[in-house]
């Protein structure tokens, strides 16, 4: 059974950092490719990053780039999102979300985290 479980979420301030991370287990997914997304309030979930492949090729939202960094730990089946320079805007529940194919969609979601970005 495959199993996501995010941490690292969390209350900071304006212009301050968190490191989420996401702990997989079940199976592995440095082959096929991991992700975050984010729900705010009152708005539907959108995607943040993704890092997909055995090549680690990355995407990011606009919304986000220059700002967080994904990241991941095949060795420890873990994917990390770093960011940086936060905004109330970034304030959601943040999910973590892996493919079973490269091709494929995000299969396996987490339980999400919460960040919360005071001004």
């Known amino acids: 059974q495959v199993q996501l479980v995010e941490s690292g979420g969390g209350l900071v301030q304006a212009g301050g950092s968190l490191r989420l991370s996401c702990l997989a287990s079940?199976?592995?997914?440095?082959?096929?490719?991991m992700g975050w997304f984010r729900q705010a309030p009152g708005k539907e979930r959108e995607f943040v990053a993704a890092?997909?492949?055995?090549?680690?090729?990355?995407n990011y939202a606009d919304s986000v780039k220059g700002r967080f960094t994904i990241s991941r730990d095949n060795a420890k089946n873990t994917v990390y999102l770093a960011m940086n320079s936060l905004t109330p805007e970034d304030t959601a529940v943040y999910y973590c979300?892996?493919?079973?194919?490269?091709?494929?969609?995000?299969?396996?979601w987490g339980q999400g985290t919460q960040v919360t970005v005071s001004s």
């Open positions: 979300a892996a493919k079973a194919v490269v091709s494929g969609p995000f299969l396996y």
């Open positions: 079940g199976r592995t997914f440095g082959s096929s490719g």
């Open positions: 890092i997909i492949g055995s090549w680690g090729g990355t």
